[in-house]
């Protein structure tokens, strides 16, 4: 794990113990993700978050809000994956970020417990996941 993942991940796991982020934590979240830190937040703001969750499993898969005109929006793993074009530009192909705003919005929303939580069975799910 390089070292920006190690600082990424003690800064999480602070916010989750508190449900608060400080400005110094927001600072080094910012230093460390850029424009995408930035516009995850824009997306947290807006409650742009879901958490789908199965029942009874509760396995879970977040849905994001995009920021473009057509508000689409992208399924994604906040720390493995993301249906967006720019995980698979600027992450898998270039390898220039170390996750997308996306990602970073779940991670957030997760940490400072403001996710819009959504239940479905687990066939719902799977139908979701199917279509990735």
């Not at 530009?89 to 705003?101: A, P, T, W, Y």
């Amino acid at each position: 794990m390089s070292c920006s993942r190690i600082v990424a991940e003690n800064v999480w796991k602070q916010i989750e113990s508190t449900s608060f982020v400080t400005d110094e934590q927001l600072s080094i979240l910012n230093f460390l993700f850029g424009k995408n830190f930035e516009r995850a937040t824009r997306i947290v703001d807006q409650r742009g978050v879901k958490r789908i969750s199965g029942l009874p499993s509760g396995r879970s898969i977040f849905q994001v809000m995009g920021e473009s005109k057509r508000k689409e929006e992208y399924f994604c793993f906040p720390e493995h994956f993301c249906a967006c074009y720019s995980f698979f530009f600027d992450i898998v192909n270039r390898g220039e970020q170390l996750c997308c705003k996306h990602q970073l919005a779940s991670r957030l929303a997760v940490s400072l417990g403001i996710c819009i939580e959504v239940k479905v069975s687990d066939d719902e799910l799977a139908l979701l996941l199917s279509k990735l």
